[in-house]
């Protein structure tokens, strides 16, 4: 039983069904997987683009303070911020609710490991030059670096941390570009996968389902009582099986029928026969009656004629005699007439006619 379900083309055909419905499921989720790949990496161009504002964020609270309209809180938040942001965008996770990142992709970490020792630098700047003389109730103008200098270094740090997040936002926009390029030709080409497998499914479908359709068509005209019917199915599987024993049942029925409607021919020819022979038996009965009758009625009238004296016992003898052998001879042809209706062959001889005479 095991092997003949193994064996079975339809249990075939159904596995090869369920086989294109797990390709369409895995293309779909592989799908899926690129689709949210293409997510992350699309959020961690946001949060590498979010480096250039927190950068000039820096760069506006660093001026400020120094212009006398912030203070070392702003600016240390402005850091704290930026250099949140930094260790998020490789290292991933959650950078806001809706914001979910992806680690960064190695071949980006060359690039976001410069930008993080210039970020180090420009930090340690601002330490030396803001944070620590602010601690030391010192004015920014007797910092190490100070009045314009410290401006203008803050400024070319600031745009130089700008300017290496840009190549970073950038490459990291081309390889969004093309993953969704890629996005789109993968989509086409399950969508073309997918139209093919539909196709295929009703290829198969049909195929199964044909057959199904002659069966029942032929059935009904079989139910009809048109036994000139057959199914054309070809191959090896099941429902050829079925086609091939239908078309043997069918022609099994005809034969069989066929051979009914001449036995039948048959019987009727032989019933008229019957009939014709109790025809010709009962006016050979009649026939047989009458020519019994005849010769008992002659010897009753002779018989008779002799008692009464009307003629003498001789002449009544040889009539009585006469007439009994005729009844004789009448039985003898009634009994020839049984034997050879019982088959029974019979041989003819004329001693008794002679003897007669």
């Not at 689709?35 to 961690?44: A, D, I, P, R, V």
């Not at 630098?121 to 670096?145: D, Q, R």
């Not at 700008?162 to 993953?179: E, F």
């Not at 050829?240 to 034969?255: D, P, R, V, W």
């Amino acid at each position: 039983m095991i092997k003949q379900r193994i064996n079975s083309k339809i249990t075939t055909k159904i596995g090869l069904f369920v086989a294109i419905q797990a390709i369409f499921i895995v293309g779909s989720v592989i799908l899926s997987y690129f689709e949210s790949q293409g997510t992350l990496l699309g959020n961690s161009v946001n949060i590498a683009g979010k480096n250039r504002f927190l950068t000039s964020s820096v760069l506006l609270q660093t001026e400020e303070y120094f212009s006398g309209f912030s203070n070392v809180s702003a600016v240390k938040a402005a850091m704290d911020n930026l250099q949140s942001n930094l260790l998020i965008l490789k290292e991933g996770g959650r950078a806001s609710v809706p914001i979910e990142l992806a680690p960064l992709p190695s071949k980006y970490l060359h690039l976001w490991d410069t930008i993080n020792n210039r970020w180090q630098a420009y930090k340690e700047f601002i330490t030396n030059n803001i944070i620590k003389p602010s601690l030391l109730s010192l004015s920014p103008t007797e910092s190490l670096v100070t009045g314009n200098g410290a401006k203008n270094e803050s400024q070319f740090m600031a745009s130089e941390l700008i300017n290496l997040s840009n190549s970073l936002t950038t490459d990291l926009g081309n390889d969004v570009k093309n993953n969704s390029q890629n996005l789109i030709l993968l989509e086409m080409l399950l969508g073309a996968l997918n139209i093919a497998i539909l196709i295929l499914i009703f290829y198969l479908v049909r195929k199964i389902l044909t057959p199904i359709f002659a069966l029942t068509k032929a059935a009904s005209e079989i139910k009809k009582g048109n036994l000139d019917v057959s199914v054309d199915h070809k191959g090896n599987d099941e429902l050829a099986m079925l086609a091939e024993s239908f078309n043997s049942m069918a022609s099994s029925i005809k034969t069989h029928i066929e051979r009914q409607e001449e036995l039948t021919a048959i019987l009727q020819t032989a019933n008229k026969e019957l009939n014709k022979k109790d025809r010709l038996k009962d006016e050979f009965v009649g026939i047989a009656s009458h020519e019994l009758r005849t010769p008992v009625q002659s010897i009753l009238g002779f018989a008779s004629l002799a008692n009464n004296g009307q003629i003498e016992t001789k002449e009544a003898y040889k009539g009585v005699l006469l007439e009994a052998y005729r009844l004789q001879q009448l039985t003898t042809d009634l009994l020839d007439v049984s034997r050879i209706e019982s088959g029974i062959s019979l041989t003819y001889a004329m001693e008794r006619l002679e003897s007669m005479k």
